[in-house]
């Protein structure tokens, strides 16, 4: 079908406008490498997709502080996103220096892990941290694979590894000094952040 110059131009003007329109839609205004509709986890679109803070967040930090009965030195705070922070200190969380979740520490991981059953929004992002004491890609590796211990304990405890992130920051994030026994010790940990996404 041959069409002419005015036909041509309109045609490849529609175009670029329906082109430009999905790729807004489908990476919702945000850097999205992979693109696409967001959806949730039944796999219905997402309209909106924003942070927000639970009704029973007050609630859900009396419970995880109840659940340290071992006076583990579980911390627990908000974050100024409106997540809710986990600490895990290494020392307690993990035996001897290895990535052996501890069998202390899971209470904690189950209250965390019975938070999930109440709301379909909550996500979790777990991050290992290590000091800075020897080499570098080890403490890499240790940050990640204590993380990796805490997210599969999670999983054993139902909830979906979709609801999941992972990551493992090494010592590029510590908390206090690593020159001291101390602060090296604090900055040795396992982060949990909580939040939901609507």
Same mark, same amino acid.
Not at 63 to 75: V, W
């Given at each position: 079908?041959? @069409?002419?110059?005015? !036909?041509?131009?309109?045609? $490849?003007?529609?175009?670029?406008? @329906?082109?430009? *329109?999905?790729?807004?839609?489908?990476?919702?205004? $945000?850097?999205?490498?992979?693109?696409?509709?967001? +959806?949730?986890?039944?796999? /219905?679109?997402?309209?909106?997709?924003?942070?927000?803070?639970?009704? %029973?967040?007050?609630?859900?930090?009396? =419970?995880?502080?109840?659940?340290?009965?071992?006076?583990?030195?579980? &911390?627990?705070?908000? +974050?100024?996103?409106?997540? @809710?922070?986990?600490? @895990?200190?290494?020392?307690?969380?993990?035996?001897?220096?290895?990535?052996?979740?501890?069998?202390? $520490?899971?209470?904690?991981?189950? !209250?965390?892990?019975? *938070?999930?059953?109440?709301?379909?929004?909550?996500?979790?992002? #777990?991050?290992?941290?290590?000091?800075? &004491?020897?080499?570098? +890609? *080890?403490?890499?590796?240790? /940050?990640?694979?204590?993380?990796?211990?805490? #997210?599969?304990?999670?999983? &054993?405890?139902? #909830?979906? /590894? #979709?609801?999941? =992130?992972?990551?493992?920051?090494? /010592?590029?994030?510590?908390? $206090?000094? %690593?020159? !001291?026994? &101390?602060?090296?010790?604090?900055?040795?940990?396992?982060?949990?952040?909580?939040?939901?996404?609507?």
């Amino acid at each position: 079908m041959k @069409l002419n110059g005015f !036909t041509r131009a309109t045609a $490849m003007t529609i175009t670029g406008v @329906l082109l430009s *329109a999905c790729t807004s839609f489908g990476n919702n205004g $945000m850097d999205n490498p992979g693109g696409g509709i967001a +959806v949730d986890t039944s796999g /219905s679109p997402v309209a909106q997709r924003s942070v927000t803070t639970p009704s %029973n967040w007050n609630e859900l930090i009396g =419970e995880i502080r109840a659940s340290d009965t071992q006076n583990l030195g579980i &911390q627990v705070n908000r +974050v100024r996103d409106g997540s @809710l922070r986990v600490i @895990l200190p290494g020392g307690s969380a993990f035996r001897g220096g290895s990535a052996r979740l501890n069998n202390k $520490m899971k209470p904690v991981l189950n !209250t965390v892990a019975g *938070a999930f059953a109440q709301s379909p929004y909550l996500r979790i992002k #777990v991050v290992g941290h290590s000091d800075s &004491q020897g080499d570098p +890609v *080890a403490n890499q590796t240790i /940050s990640i694979t204590r993380a990796t211990a805490v #997210v599969n304990y999670l999983i &054993q405890r139902d #909830v979906k /590894s #979709v609801l999941i =992130e992972l990551e493992g920051r090494g /010592s590029i994030d510590p908390l $206090m000094s %690593n020159s !001291t026994a &101390q602060g090296r010790a604090i900055n040795r940990r396992v982060e949990l952040y909580l939040y939901e996404i609507r």
